[in-house]
Protein backbone atom coordinates (compact mmCIF):
# COMPACT_ATOMS: atom_id res chain seq x y z
CA UNK A 1 0.00 0.00 0.00
CA UNK A 2 1.13 3.80 -0.81
CA UNK A 3 2.09 6.02 1.92
CA UNK A 4 -0.04 8.72 1.93
CA UNK A 5 0.41 12.32 2.56
CA UNK A 6 -2.17 14.65 2.94
CA UNK A 7 -3.09 18.42 2.47
CA UNK A 8 -3.42 19.06 6.44
CA UNK A 9 -2.72 22.93 6.05
CA UNK A 10 -6.07 25.25 6.03
CA UNK A 11 -5.30 26.42 2.62
CA UNK A 12 -7.30 25.97 -0.48
CA UNK A 13 -6.61 22.97 -2.59
CA UNK A 14 -4.14 25.06 -5.94
CA UNK A 15 -4.07 27.97 -4.14
CA UNK A 16 -0.36 29.99 -3.48
CA UNK A 17 0.44 29.50 0.24
CA UNK A 18 2.22 32.72 1.11
CA UNK A 19 4.53 31.74 3.53
CA UNK A 20 6.37 28.63 1.43
CA UNK A 21 9.27 28.95 -0.68
CA UNK A 22 10.76 26.47 -3.32
CA UNK A 23 13.95 27.14 -1.05
CA UNK A 24 14.27 24.29 1.56
CA UNK A 25 12.50 21.13 -0.86
CA UNK A 26 15.79 19.97 -2.07
CA UNK A 27 15.96 21.33 -5.89
CA UNK A 28 19.42 22.67 -6.88
CA UNK A 29 20.51 26.11 -7.08
CA UNK A 30 20.57 26.49 -10.80
CA UNK A 31 16.71 25.27 -11.18
CA UNK A 32 16.14 28.17 -8.46
CA UNK A 33 17.62 30.84 -10.78
CA UNK A 34 14.93 29.43 -13.29
CA UNK A 35 12.51 29.60 -11.08
CA UNK A 36 12.96 33.07 -10.26
CA UNK A 37 13.31 34.08 -13.84
CA UNK A 38 9.90 32.50 -15.22
CA UNK A 39 8.37 34.46 -11.83
CA UNK A 40 7.57 31.70 -9.83
CA UNK A 41 7.81 32.66 -6.61
CA UNK A 42 5.89 30.19 -4.08
CA UNK A 43 5.05 26.35 -4.81
CA UNK A 44 1.37 25.10 -5.00
CA UNK A 45 0.49 22.47 -2.44
CA UNK A 46 0.97 19.44 -5.01
CA UNK A 47 4.49 20.73 -6.02
CA UNK A 48 5.32 21.91 -1.93
CA UNK A 49 4.52 18.14 -1.69
CA UNK A 50 5.96 16.19 -4.12
CA UNK A 51 8.80 17.41 -5.26
CA UNK A 52 11.18 16.24 -2.30
CA UNK A 53 10.31 12.81 -2.35
CA UNK A 54 10.87 12.99 -6.04
CA UNK A 55 14.31 14.22 -6.09
CA UNK A 56 14.87 11.48 -3.55
CA UNK A 57 14.33 9.71 -6.13
CA UNK A 58 11.10 8.02 -4.82
CA UNK A 59 8.16 6.81 -6.70
CA UNK A 60 4.94 9.17 -6.72
CA UNK A 61 1.64 9.11 -6.94
CA UNK A 62 0.01 12.66 -7.19
CA UNK A 63 -3.52 13.96 -6.56
CA UNK A 64 -4.60 17.11 -7.62
CA UNK A 65 -7.41 18.55 -9.53
CA UNK A 66 -6.55 20.71 -12.39
CA UNK A 67 -4.74 23.77 -12.47
CA UNK A 68 -2.79 23.01 -9.71
CA UNK A 69 0.79 23.25 -11.22
CA UNK A 70 1.19 18.84 -11.61
CA UNK A 71 3.33 19.87 -14.28
CA UNK A 72 6.06 21.35 -12.30
CA UNK A 73 5.65 18.80 -9.92
CA UNK A 74 7.36 16.45 -12.45
CA UNK A 75 9.73 18.74 -14.23
CA UNK A 76 11.89 20.25 -11.47
CA UNK A 77 12.49 16.87 -10.19
CA UNK A 78 13.15 15.50 -13.52
CA UNK A 79 15.45 17.39 -14.76
CA UNK A 80 17.16 17.56 -11.56
CA UNK A 81 18.18 13.86 -11.54
CA UNK A 82 18.62 13.45 -14.94
CA UNK A 83 21.53 16.65 -14.48
CA UNK A 84 22.94 13.83 -12.27
CA UNK A 85 22.81 10.59 -14.28
CA UNK A 86 22.56 9.06 -17.72
CA UNK A 87 19.51 7.70 -18.90
CA UNK A 88 16.54 9.33 -20.62
CA UNK A 89 12.91 10.63 -18.63
CA UNK A 90 9.46 9.78 -20.27
CA UNK A 91 6.20 11.24 -20.16
CA UNK A 92 3.24 10.12 -21.28
CA UNK A 93 0.31 12.41 -21.70
CA UNK A 94 -3.17 11.85 -23.08
CA UNK A 95 -3.59 14.49 -25.83
CA UNK A 96 -1.65 16.31 -28.30
CA UNK A 97 -2.37 19.72 -26.64
CA UNK A 98 -1.11 18.84 -23.21
CA UNK A 99 1.97 17.00 -24.38
CA UNK A 100 3.09 20.44 -26.19
CA UNK A 101 2.28 21.94 -23.18
CA UNK A 102 4.41 19.45 -21.07
CA UNK A 103 7.22 19.98 -23.62
CA UNK A 104 7.15 23.73 -23.15
CA UNK A 105 7.59 23.52 -19.88
CA UNK A 106 10.51 21.48 -19.83
CA UNK A 107 12.15 23.71 -22.44
CA UNK A 108 12.19 26.16 -20.15
CA UNK A 109 14.67 24.14 -17.73
CA UNK A 110 16.12 21.39 -19.74
CA UNK A 111 18.54 23.82 -21.90
CA UNK A 112 20.38 25.03 -18.42
CA UNK A 113 21.64 22.06 -18.53
CA UNK A 114 22.67 20.80 -21.76
CA UNK A 115 19.10 18.50 -22.57
CA UNK A 116 17.48 18.08 -25.48
CA UNK A 117 13.46 17.39 -25.59
CA UNK A 118 11.60 15.45 -28.29
CA UNK A 119 7.82 15.81 -28.31
CA UNK A 120 6.07 12.60 -30.12
CA UNK A 121 2.77 13.24 -31.09
CA UNK A 122 -0.14 12.38 -33.28
CA UNK A 123 -1.05 14.35 -36.48
CA UNK A 124 2.38 15.82 -36.77
CA UNK A 125 4.78 14.02 -39.01
CA UNK A 126 7.13 11.51 -38.00
CA UNK A 127 10.11 12.71 -39.77
CA UNK A 128 10.28 15.84 -37.66
CA UNK A 129 9.84 13.43 -34.92
CA UNK A 130 12.79 11.11 -35.56
CA UNK A 131 15.08 13.77 -36.44
CA UNK A 132 14.48 15.03 -32.98
CA UNK A 133 15.30 11.22 -31.38
CA UNK A 134 18.16 10.80 -33.46
CA UNK A 135 19.89 14.18 -31.33
CA UNK A 136 19.33 12.11 -27.99
CA UNK A 137 16.91 14.05 -25.94
CA UNK A 138 17.27 13.31 -22.29
CA UNK A 139 13.49 14.13 -22.15
CA UNK A 140 10.59 12.53 -24.13
CA UNK A 141 7.15 14.18 -24.13
CA UNK A 142 4.47 11.77 -26.12
CA UNK A 143 0.95 10.71 -26.31
CA UNK A 144 1.11 6.21 -26.13
CA UNK A 145 -0.31 5.59 -29.63
CA UNK A 146 2.57 8.08 -31.27
CA UNK A 147 5.13 6.32 -28.76
CA UNK A 148 4.32 2.70 -29.90
CA UNK A 149 4.57 3.96 -33.17
CA UNK A 150 8.28 4.59 -33.07
CA UNK A 151 9.28 1.71 -30.64
CA UNK A 152 7.86 -0.47 -33.32
CA UNK A 153 10.25 1.25 -35.63
CA UNK A 154 12.92 1.12 -33.41
CA UNK A 155 13.20 4.86 -33.61
CA UNK A 156 13.34 5.50 -29.40
CA UNK A 157 14.53 2.36 -27.03
CA UNK A 158 12.95 2.01 -23.85
CA UNK A 159 15.90 0.34 -22.34
CA UNK A 160 17.61 3.74 -21.52
CA UNK A 161 14.37 4.56 -19.76
CA UNK A 162 15.04 5.37 -16.37
CA UNK A 163 12.18 7.85 -14.78
CA UNK A 164 8.50 7.31 -15.90
CA UNK A 165 5.53 10.39 -15.41
CA UNK A 166 2.35 8.95 -16.36
CA UNK A 167 0.38 12.43 -16.37
CA UNK A 168 -3.26 12.76 -16.45
CA UNK A 169 -3.20 9.17 -15.73
CA UNK A 170 -7.47 8.87 -15.30
CA UNK A 171 -7.84 10.78 -18.63
CA UNK A 172 -5.59 8.07 -20.37
CA UNK A 173 -7.81 5.38 -18.89
CA UNK A 174 -10.96 7.58 -20.14
CA UNK A 175 -9.69 7.49 -23.47
CA UNK A 176 -8.94 3.85 -23.66
CA UNK A 177 -5.13 4.30 -23.53
CA UNK A 178 -5.04 1.41 -21.04
CA UNK A 179 -3.55 -1.76 -23.37
CA UNK A 180 -1.13 1.13 -24.41
CA UNK A 181 0.03 1.48 -21.80
CA UNK A 182 0.64 -1.64 -20.49
CA UNK A 183 2.26 -2.68 -23.17
CA UNK A 184 4.58 0.58 -23.11
CA UNK A 185 5.22 -0.43 -19.45
CA UNK A 186 6.16 -4.35 -20.27
CA UNK A 187 9.05 -2.32 -22.04
CA UNK A 188 10.60 -0.63 -19.87
CA UNK A 189 13.27 -1.11 -17.50
CA UNK A 190 11.81 -2.81 -13.91
CA UNK A 191 14.89 -0.35 -12.35
CA UNK A 192 13.35 2.67 -12.80
CA UNK A 193 11.52 6.19 -11.06
CA UNK A 194 7.79 6.38 -11.76
CA UNK A 195 5.47 9.17 -11.13
CA UNK A 196 1.72 9.33 -11.45
CA UNK A 197 -0.27 12.42 -11.66
CA UNK A 198 -4.06 12.28 -11.77
CA UNK A 199 -7.21 14.75 -10.74
CA UNK A 200 -9.18 11.79 -9.94
CA UNK A 201 -8.21 8.04 -8.29
CA UNK A 202 -10.39 5.39 -10.05
CA UNK A 203 -9.49 1.92 -8.98
CA UNK A 204 -7.73 1.35 -12.33
CA UNK A 205 -5.16 4.10 -11.19
CA UNK A 206 -4.12 1.86 -7.85
CA UNK A 207 -4.07 -0.96 -9.90
CA UNK A 208 -1.30 0.28 -11.92
CA UNK A 209 0.36 1.46 -8.58
CA UNK A 210 0.64 -1.93 -7.11
CA UNK A 211 1.67 -3.71 -10.27
CA UNK A 212 4.19 -1.19 -11.93
CA UNK A 213 5.74 1.54 -8.86
CA UNK A 214 7.97 0.67 -5.78
CA UNK A 215 6.22 1.67 -2.62
CA UNK A 216 4.98 4.90 -3.49
CA UNK A 217 4.24 8.05 -1.99
CA UNK A 218 1.10 8.98 -2.53
CA UNK A 219 -0.06 12.83 -2.00
CA UNK A 220 -3.26 13.63 -2.23
CA UNK A 221 -4.01 17.68 -1.69
CA UNK A 222 -7.62 17.79 -2.71
CA UNK A 223 -10.02 14.99 -2.35
CA UNK A 224 -10.96 13.13 -5.75
CA UNK A 225 -13.40 15.77 -7.33
CA UNK A 226 -12.74 18.80 -5.81
CA UNK A 227 -13.11 21.80 -7.65
CA UNK A 228 -11.05 24.94 -8.14
CA UNK A 229 -12.44 27.31 -5.07
CA UNK A 230 -12.31 30.41 -7.02
CA UNK A 231 -14.31 29.43 -9.86
CA UNK A 232 -18.11 30.65 -8.64
CA UNK A 233 -20.96 28.00 -10.58
CA UNK A 234 -24.30 28.35 -11.59
CA UNK A 235 -26.48 26.27 -13.75
CA UNK A 236 -29.37 27.41 -16.37
CA UNK A 237 -32.36 25.25 -17.31
CA UNK A 238 -32.99 25.57 -20.72
CA UNK A 239 -34.89 23.84 -23.67
CA UNK A 240 -32.58 22.61 -26.13
CA UNK A 241 -34.10 25.24 -28.72
CA UNK A 242 -33.57 27.93 -26.52
CA UNK A 243 -29.72 27.14 -25.62
CA UNK A 244 -28.47 29.55 -28.58
CA UNK A 245 -30.55 32.71 -27.55
CA UNK A 246 -29.42 32.43 -23.96
CA UNK A 247 -25.57 31.73 -25.15
CA UNK A 248 -26.16 34.98 -27.19
CA UNK A 249 -27.15 36.68 -24.16
CA UNK A 250 -24.31 35.85 -22.36
CA UNK A 251 -21.51 36.23 -24.84
CA UNK A 252 -23.31 40.05 -24.70
CA UNK A 253 -22.46 39.73 -20.83
CA UNK A 254 -19.17 38.79 -20.49
CA UNK A 255 -16.02 40.33 -22.34
CA UNK A 256 -13.38 38.20 -21.79
CA UNK A 257 -11.86 34.84 -22.99
CA UNK A 258 -14.23 32.15 -22.88
CA UNK A 259 -13.76 28.27 -23.07
CA UNK A 260 -16.91 26.98 -24.80
CA UNK A 261 -17.90 23.05 -23.95
CA UNK A 262 -19.74 20.80 -26.54
CA UNK A 263 -20.47 16.77 -26.02
CA UNK A 264 -20.07 16.48 -29.61
CA UNK A 265 -17.97 17.09 -32.44
CA UNK A 266 -20.51 18.01 -34.96
CA UNK A 267 -22.23 20.07 -32.37
CA UNK A 268 -18.89 21.88 -31.70
CA UNK A 269 -18.95 22.98 -35.01
CA UNK A 270 -22.40 24.28 -35.26
CA UNK A 271 -21.84 26.09 -32.25
CA UNK A 272 -19.16 27.75 -32.91
CA UNK A 273 -20.58 28.76 -36.25
CA UNK A 274 -23.20 30.45 -34.89
CA UNK A 275 -21.44 32.07 -32.56
CA UNK A 276 -19.40 33.96 -35.62
CA UNK A 277 -23.03 34.55 -37.10
CA UNK A 278 -23.84 36.52 -33.61
CA UNK A 279 -20.79 38.95 -34.50
CA UNK A 280 -17.88 37.39 -32.42
CA UNK A 281 -14.57 35.89 -33.08
CA UNK A 282 -14.36 31.95 -32.30
CA UNK A 283 -12.18 29.03 -33.04
CA UNK A 284 -12.92 25.08 -32.84
CA UNK A 285 -10.63 22.23 -31.30
CA UNK A 286 -11.51 18.94 -31.52
CA UNK A 287 -9.82 15.38 -32.63
CA UNK A 288 -11.90 16.30 -36.30
CA UNK A 289 -9.17 19.04 -36.72
CA UNK A 290 -5.45 18.29 -37.72
CA UNK A 291 -3.06 19.20 -35.61
CA UNK A 292 -2.14 22.53 -37.21
CA UNK A 293 -5.75 23.64 -36.62
CA UNK A 294 -6.04 23.08 -33.36
CA UNK A 295 -2.60 24.84 -32.39
CA UNK A 296 -3.65 27.95 -34.70
CA UNK A 297 -6.93 27.70 -32.56
CA UNK A 298 -4.82 27.36 -29.35
CA UNK A 299 -2.58 30.02 -30.50
CA UNK A 300 -5.39 32.60 -31.76
CA UNK A 301 -7.31 32.13 -28.43
CA UNK A 302 -4.32 32.72 -26.10
CA UNK A 303 -3.56 35.71 -28.07
CA UNK A 304 -7.05 36.84 -28.21
CA UNK A 305 -7.69 36.85 -31.64
CA UNK A 306 -10.70 34.80 -30.75
CA UNK A 307 -13.09 35.63 -28.06
CA UNK A 308 -14.61 32.24 -27.67
CA UNK A 309 -12.59 28.56 -28.26
CA UNK A 310 -15.03 25.78 -29.05
CA UNK A 311 -13.47 22.28 -27.43
CA UNK A 312 -14.68 19.25 -26.88
CA UNK A 313 -13.85 16.56 -23.87
CA UNK A 314 -10.28 16.00 -25.47
CA UNK A 315 -9.28 19.81 -24.07
CA UNK A 316 -10.98 20.06 -20.91
CA UNK A 317 -6.96 18.68 -19.72
CA UNK A 318 -4.95 20.24 -22.65
CA UNK A 319 -5.46 24.17 -22.15
CA UNK A 320 -3.19 25.94 -20.22
CA UNK A 321 -4.76 29.34 -20.57
CA UNK A 322 -3.81 32.11 -18.10
CA UNK A 323 -6.69 34.50 -17.37
CA UNK A 324 -9.56 32.44 -19.00
CA UNK A 325 -13.12 34.57 -17.53
CA UNK A 326 -15.65 31.86 -18.41
CA UNK A 327 -16.04 28.38 -19.32
CA UNK A 328 -19.35 27.14 -20.33
CA UNK A 329 -20.31 23.83 -20.49
CA UNK A 330 -23.05 23.99 -23.26
CA UNK A 331 -23.98 20.37 -23.28
CA UNK A 332 -23.29 18.77 -19.72
CA UNK A 333 -20.62 16.11 -20.24
CA UNK A 334 -21.13 12.35 -20.29
CA UNK A 335 -18.53 11.59 -18.05
CA UNK A 336 -19.66 14.00 -14.42
CA UNK A 337 -15.79 13.84 -13.74
CA UNK A 338 -15.43 15.88 -16.57
CA UNK A 339 -17.33 18.32 -15.50
CA UNK A 340 -14.56 19.22 -12.61
CA UNK A 341 -11.75 18.95 -15.53
CA UNK A 342 -13.94 21.52 -17.41
CA UNK A 343 -14.67 24.27 -14.97
CA UNK A 344 -10.33 23.96 -14.02
CA UNK A 345 -9.33 25.57 -16.78
CA UNK A 346 -10.86 28.79 -15.46
CA UNK A 347 -9.40 30.21 -12.14
CA UNK A 348 -5.97 29.24 -12.47
CA UNK A 349 -2.96 30.98 -10.95
CA UNK A 350 -5.07 31.89 -8.20
CA UNK A 351 -7.10 34.02 -10.04
CA UNK A 352 -11.26 34.38 -10.19
CA UNK A 353 -12.91 32.50 -12.54
CA UNK A 354 -16.97 31.44 -13.26
CA UNK A 355 -18.21 28.67 -14.68
CA UNK A 356 -21.77 28.68 -16.40
CA UNK A 357 -23.87 25.21 -17.18
CA UNK A 358 -26.48 24.37 -19.46
CA UNK A 359 -29.17 21.72 -18.71
CA UNK A 360 -31.93 20.87 -20.45
CA UNK A 361 -35.19 19.61 -18.45
CA UNK A 362 -34.92 15.66 -18.85
CA UNK A 363 -31.35 16.09 -17.17
CA UNK A 364 -31.98 16.21 -13.37
CA UNK A 365 -30.11 13.05 -12.95
CA UNK A 366 -26.85 14.02 -14.53
CA UNK A 367 -27.21 17.22 -12.82
CA UNK A 368 -27.37 15.31 -9.57
CA UNK A 369 -24.33 13.06 -10.22
CA UNK A 370 -22.44 16.40 -10.67
CA UNK A 371 -23.63 17.95 -7.57
CA UNK A 372 -22.56 14.44 -5.79
CA UNK A 373 -18.95 14.24 -7.08
CA UNK A 374 -18.18 17.93 -6.41
CA UNK A 375 -20.24 17.82 -2.71
CA UNK A 376 -21.96 21.40 -4.00
CA UNK A 377 -25.33 21.96 -5.00
CA UNK A 378 -25.52 24.46 -8.44
CA UNK A 379 -27.05 27.64 -7.86
CA UNK A 380 -29.76 27.37 -10.49
CA UNK A 381 -29.88 30.72 -12.23
CA UNK A 382 -32.74 32.54 -13.85
CA UNK A 383 -32.04 34.67 -17.05
CA UNK A 384 -34.70 37.69 -17.36
CA UNK A 385 -34.97 37.34 -21.29
CA UNK A 386 -34.76 33.36 -21.48
CA UNK A 387 -37.71 31.40 -20.07
CA UNK A 388 -36.79 29.34 -17.11
CA UNK A 389 -37.21 26.17 -17.01
CA UNK A 390 -37.69 22.83 -14.37
CA UNK A 391 -36.20 19.38 -14.13
CA UNK A 392 -38.98 16.97 -15.70
CA UNK A 393 -38.52 14.08 -12.47
CA UNK A 394 -40.98 12.39 -14.79
CA UNK A 395 -38.44 11.96 -18.18
CA UNK A 396 -35.83 8.79 -16.75
CA UNK A 397 -39.27 6.80 -16.54
CA UNK A 398 -40.74 8.17 -20.12
CA UNK A 399 -37.18 7.78 -22.05
CA UNK A 400 -36.98 4.21 -20.30
CA UNK A 401 -40.66 3.29 -21.74
CA UNK A 402 -39.52 5.33 -24.90
CA UNK A 403 -36.10 3.07 -25.50
CA UNK A 404 -38.07 -0.06 -24.77
CA UNK A 405 -41.02 0.70 -27.87
CA UNK A 406 -38.09 1.77 -30.29
CA UNK A 407 -36.18 -1.77 -30.27
CA UNK A 408 -39.15 -4.15 -29.12
CA UNK A 409 -42.03 -2.31 -30.12
CA UNK A 410 -45.06 -0.71 -28.47
CA UNK A 411 -46.97 -3.45 -26.70
CA UNK A 412 -49.24 -4.87 -28.07
CA UNK A 413 -53.50 -4.46 -26.82
CA UNK A 414 -56.25 -6.22 -28.63
CA UNK A 415 -58.63 -3.70 -27.10
CA UNK A 416 -56.35 -0.59 -28.42
CA UNK A 417 -55.49 -0.21 -32.46
CA UNK A 418 -51.29 -0.34 -32.45
CA UNK A 419 -50.06 3.29 -31.73
CA UNK A 420 -46.42 4.65 -33.20
CA UNK A 421 -44.22 5.30 -30.27
CA UNK A 422 -42.97 8.69 -29.69
CA UNK A 423 -39.60 9.82 -28.67
CA UNK A 424 -37.77 12.71 -26.07
CA UNK A 425 -36.53 15.63 -28.12
CA UNK A 426 -32.90 14.51 -27.69
CA UNK A 427 -33.16 11.50 -29.85
Not at 127 to 146: D, E, S, W, Y
Not at 346 to 359: D, P
Amino acid sequence: MPHRLTNNNNSAPGNVVPERSFYGLGIAPRILDILVHIKFKTPTPIQFKAIPPAIEGKDVIGIAQTGTGKTHAFAIPMVQRLAQKKGVGLVLAPTRELAIQIDEAFMKMAPAFGMKTACLIGGAPMFGQVQALRKNPRIVIATPGRLIDHMSRWNFLTEYVTMLVLDEADRMLDMGFAPQIAQILKFLPKDRQTMLFSATIPKEIMEIASKYMKLPVSIEVAPSGTTVERVTQELFIVKREAKPRLLGKLLAQYHGSILLFSRTKHNARNIMMAIRKMGYSAAEIHSNRSLGQRREALEGFKSGRYKVLVATDIASRGIDVIGIELVINYDLPEDSENYVHRIGRTARAGSQGHAISFATPDQSRDVREIEKLIRLTLTVAKHPEVPSEKFDESAKGRARRDFKQRFHGPRRNKFRPQQKPTYPAYR
